[in-house]
């Protein structure tokens, strides 16, 4: 009997989403307008081949903006940043670049208007991840974090015809309506977010991974370890029905063993991975036999957004 042809399912969409290139782009144009240094507080987004690009061309990684000179250039990454971190900056007198993912700052805005309307908001995301300390910093009296199911027995409301709920914009899809309704049981009128807080991005790539990881006996994400919604790729994966599953940064890092007795391999990547690491893994995969690569396509991204108003006005027109 002929062994069974091997091939490669991959996910579209995958990679970039409009928020990672619009800061991607922000960073590299900020060191052609301005030249280097351009300091940029905290990873612009969580990737590491990103980050170490953009650190060869000059940028300058940091943790917080009192590590930025005074009177420097310093761009906030696409995750978002608190109330307190802009104050920090004027304090130092620090030209800002503001590259938070608009879709990011819509969901400030959002905890904003519900603070202002005395609401407790329960925001459901990972504790110390960046941008749930950028929302809840927008009203911290207001907000408390759901992070696991755990959480939510320990949730004091003042008002319980009052409580709003919000998220991080990177989770699961599924785990976050069920942290939802854990939430319903306890708090019946508990409002929804005006909008949806998953971002289109997040949701998409979780639809494309769920469509092939049935077929498939592994799932490779490309992505780097501290990438929330990289992470849930492989979640989602395995419980779509992908025998495993693995989050890697490069070709290089796959094991050869979790290739044996695998006849399909699924591929995708999370929003801040660029697609040449995709090609350069379907590539390593094409050496072993996995030529054969098919397009699993779930929905067509046309958005895109403008770069930060405080850098477009410096930059020049292109001819
Ligand atoms: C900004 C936001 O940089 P990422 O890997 O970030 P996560 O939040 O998934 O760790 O991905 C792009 C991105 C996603 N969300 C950037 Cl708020
Ligand atoms: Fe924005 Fe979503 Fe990307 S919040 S940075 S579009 S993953």
Redesign the pocket.
């Known amino acids: 009997m002929s062994a069974p042809t091997k091939r490669v399912l991959l996910a579209n969409p995958r990679g970039y989403?409009a928020?990672?290139d619009r800061?991607v782009i922000t960073v590299e144009k900020a060191l052609e307008t301005y030249g280097p240094p351009v300091y940029v507080r905290k990873?612009i987004?969580?990737?590491r081949h990103v980050v170490e690009t953009l650190r060869e061309r000059g940028a300058i990684f940091v943790d917080e903006a009192d590590e930025v000179p005074e009177g420097a250039l310093v761009v906030f990454?696409?995750?978002?940043v608190s109330p307190a971190v802009h104050e920090q900056s004027a304090a130092r007198n620090l030209r800002t670049i503001d590259a938070?993912?608009p879709?990011?700052t819509k969901v400030h805005f959002e905890a904003k208007r519900f603070a202002k309307e005395d609401y407790d908001i329960l925001l459901i995301g990972h504790e110390g991840?960046?941008?749930v300390e950028g929302t809840a910093g927008e009203a911290p009296d207001h907000v408390q974090l759901v992070d696991g199911p755990e959480d939510v027995d320990k949730v004091v409301v003042r008002d319980p015809s009052k409580v709003i709920w919000l998220s991080?914009?990177?989770l699961s899809v599924d785990e976050t309506m069920e942290r939802v309704d854990q939430l319903r049981e306890r708090f019946p009128d508990l409002q929804n977010p005006p909008s949806d807080d998953i971002?289109y991005?997040?949701s998409n790539r979780q639809v494309a991974v769920k469509a092939l990881a049935p077929e498939c006996d592994l799932v490779l994400v490309v992505?780097?370890t501290?990438?929330?919604?990289?992470?849930?790729l492989v979640e989602v994966a395995l419980l779509a029905g992908a025998r495993a599953s693995y989050l890697v940064d490069y070709a290089h890092e796959v094991d050869e063993a979790w290739l044996e007795g695998v006849t399909t391999v699924g591929v995708t990547s999370?929003?801040?991975?660029p697609d040449n690491l995709v090609m350069d893994l379907l590539a390593w995969l094409a050496e072993r036999g996995y030529g054969d690569v098919e397009e699993v396509t779930t929905a067509n991204e046309k958005i895109a957004f403008a770069l930060p108003p405080e850098l477009r006005k410096d930059l020049k027109p292109a001819r």
């Open positions: 989403c928020g990672v800061a990873e987004v969580h990737n990454s696409a995750h978002g938070t993912c879709l990011v991840h960046e941008e991080q914009t990177t971002c991005a997040t992505g780097s501290n990438s929330s919604n990289s992470k849930r999370g929003a801040s991975v």
